[in-house]
């Protein structure tokens, strides 16, 4: 690592930017998620009001329905993985900042690279599984506009 400096940049900057991006990511989801619970909210006032709304708006009310709801939970799995994504590259960076400010010591402790790569990882994972859900919530938002669009052709 002494003769490359960008390695200790990447062991600290990575996950700091990582972080950042997580954190971006939370704000559209978040965004996402209003509007997934105020379309469900809608639903379920629907049904308790017995009238007819869902289904002069979508071909298939009860599929409306259950995608609606899919959609929330796989948008609060999504944000829950995020919150972890954030926290494992923000340790990661904060141990890579430890990592080495120790080394610079007097007396040359050291922070195991492999941990800080490895929770750096982690977060990864999790980050690749965020977008899993936001790739198969964006999927039940495509077919409720199908169900809105199959209804209005009729």
Do not use: K
Request: proline content about 3%.
């Amino acid at each position: 690592m002494d003769e490359n400096p960008f390695m200790l940049l990447s062991l600290i900057g990575g996950p700091a930017i990582l972080t950042n991006a997580c954190a971006t990511m939370q704000n559209s989801a978040t965004i996402r998620y209003s509007l997934a619970i105020a379309q469900w909210r809608e639903f379920r006032a629907s049904i308790v009001a017995s009238d007819d709304l869902i289904s002069r708006h979508f071909a298939d009310g009860q599929a409306a329905q259950h995608l609606a709801a899919r959609r929330i939970r796989r948008l609060l799995l999504g944000l829950d993985l995020l919150y972890a994504a954030a926290g494992l590259f923000g340790a990661s960076a904060l141990m890579g900042l430890a990592g080495a400010i120790l080394a610079a010591a007097p007396a040359g402790m050291d922070v195991p690279v492999g941990l800080v790569a490895g929770v750096g990882g982690v977060g990864v994972l999790a980050l690749l599984a965020a977008l899993t859900m936001f790739v198969l919530e964006s999927r039940c938002a495509r077919r409720l506009m199908a169900l809105q669009l199959r209804m209005q052709v009729h």
